[in-house]
């Protein structure tokens, strides 16, 4: 399995738990890369190794987002059109929330074509914002699966908490960093899917403290 993590903005230093669950899935002997949407802002000598090794979606110039949106609509024009699908349907109501989808789709296909290129077999995302609507678009046009981890009020508080019962089912699998997320998940009206969601924890490097 070659894996793909997915963040809004990685590295950064309120997402040293990524980089921790990132690094302890390599020493499990997971391979595992390291994609951002934006780029990251690396404190620690470890967020700068990272930022090295990290993939950025909307890093260089215009034609380096839009370029891919045209290459990989001629070669599977059916997989892009179900992009665009999923790039709408997780987005909210309205027009300025759709057409901020194809921006969405421009970020998806280029992370595909990256993803592609590495012979990527699944992708993870952190977080239920923006970032997870380009990565469950990019997995779709790949046909690969594509999972979530859930974590506070930003996931479970903000407006677009009505999609998330679409972005599960969407899912291969959700997590939660608590039992809590769990319960909000069902309370939002998941429970057909259920048995996708398991709650993991975010461990804490006490040593370090």
Same mark, same amino acid.
């Not at 690094?23 to 090295?52: C, K, M, N, Y």
């Given at each position: ?73 001629l070669r599977r024009p059916g997989r892009w059109l179900a ?9 909210? $109501?309205? @027009?300025?929330? %759709? /057409?901020? !989808?194809? *921006?969405?789709? &421009?970020? #998806?296909?280029?992370?595909? =074509? ?10 993870h995302v952190h977080f239920a914002n923006p970032a997870s609507?380009a990565g469950l678009a990019a997995a779709r046009y790949l ?18 908490? $009505?999609? @998330?019962?679409? %972005? /599960?089912? !969407?899912? *291969?699998?959700? &997590?939660? #960093?608590?039992?809590?997320? =769990? ?27």
């Amino acid at each position: 399995m070659k894996v793909a993590t997915l963040v809004s903005q990685y590295p950064a230093p309120s997402h040293t738990f990524i980089r921790r669950e990132v690094t302890a899935l390599r020493a499990l002997g997971l391979e595992v890369e390291t994609f951002s949407i934006r780029p990251g802002a690396p404190l620690s000598p470890e967020d700068h190794e990272e930022q090295a090794r990290t993939f950025t979606v909307l890093a260089g110039s215009p034609a380096a987002l839009l370029w891919p949106l045209l290459v990989m609509l001629l070669r599977r024009p059916g997989r892009w059109l179900a992009a665009l699908g999923a790039a709408l349907c997780h987005t909210r $109501p309205g @027009l300025l929330a %759709k /057409l901020r !989808a194809l *921006a969405y789709l &421009a970020e #998806a296909m280029r992370l595909a =074509r990256e993803l592609e290129r590495r012979g990527t077999t699944h992708l993870h995302v952190h977080f239920a914002n923006p970032a997870s609507v380009a990565g469950l678009a990019a997995a779709r046009y790949l046909g690969i699966p594509c999972s979530l981890t859930l974590h506070g009020l930003s996931d479970f508080g903000g407006p677009d908490a $009505p999609l @998330l019962p679409g %972005k /599960l089912a !969407a899912a *291969a699998f959700v &997590a939660t #960093a608590t039992a809590w997320g =769990r319960g909000e998940l069902l309370r939002l009206g998941a429970g057909a899917g259920a048995g996708k969601i398991t709650v993991v924890r975010c461990g804490v490097e006490v040593a370090r403290l």
